[in-house]
């Protein structure tokens, strides 16, 4: 059972848009929910995330909406970048399960130049 | 991020043979984990350690085994390897609990 779904697959964006990446979760035990970045043949790296007591959290060009009620959280990237190329992971974590990550399957956002 | 180290970085073996895969650390976090990466599944955990010796099972914990005999080293151990079992495996380590970083990964290739 998939606990954190995430959408879309594949994302490709133009240089300058805003990518849109959509996560929602099932159990209502989760406390914490970061995003991490990976480029091929990295490990993923946390990104940005955020506590069910915020709706919002911004970090430079990368925001994170949360929505407690529809159980569902976004990552927004401005202004993206070439750069932002890589694969995004969504993820949640109970602090009552000994913090073990629960991550979305993963989106490959590609910035075209 | 926290110096976490993986070794060996590539692996091919052969079905049936024994495999291990350390993890090291020099952050002295107290939480450790074993994730594998495969294309369409994303990152499923394997196991987990909670302390010295103190370790427990992931949703993906069938034909794997590991040992935590002091902080800095989490092995994880594939008693007689499959094909199934190729994959890419990280290692992550946690100090704050919710904030986990993750190694640089272990291509390892059963043929």
């Known amino acids: 059972q998939q606990q954190v779904k995430q959408s879309p697959q594949s994302l490709i964006v133009q240089k300058g848009g805003i990518s849109i990446i959509n996560c929602a979760y099932e159990?209502?035990?989760?406390?914490?929910f970061p995003w991490y970045q990976q480029f091929p043949g990295k490990g993923p790296a946390l990104l940005i995330a955020?506590?069910?007591?915020?709706s919002e959290k911004k970090e430079g060009r990368f925001t994170i909406s949360f929505n407690k009620s529809a159980k569902q959280f976004s990552l927004h990237i401005m202004d993206s970048q070439p750069g932002d190329s890589a694969t995004y992971f969504c993820a949640a974590i109970s602090g009552g399960s000994n913090y073990k990550l629960t991550f979305g399957k993963g989106t490959l956002l590609t910035v075209n130049p | 991020d926290a110096g976490i180290t993986q070794s060996p970085r590539h692996k091919v073996t052969e079905t049936g043979t024994p495999v291990t895969l350390r993890c090291h650390q020099t952050e002295n976090h107290r939480y450790m984990y074993w994730y594998r990466q495969d294309p369409g599944h994303g990152l499923r955990l394997i196991h987990y350690?909670?302390?010295?010796?103190?370790?427990d099972k992931g949703e993906v914990s069938d034909g794997y085994s590991v040992s935590r005999s002091k902080t800095e080293d989490f092995l994880l151990t594939l008693e007689s390897a499959t094909s199934s079992q190729t994959s890419v495996y990280f290692c992550a380590t946690s100090g704050s609990h919710y904030e986990q970083y993750f190694g640089p990964g272990t291509r390892l290739t059963v043929t």
């Open positions: 350690s909670y302390g010295v010796k103190d370790t």
């Open positions: 955020i506590r069910p007591d915020v």
């Open positions: 159990n209502t035990a989760f406390d914490y």
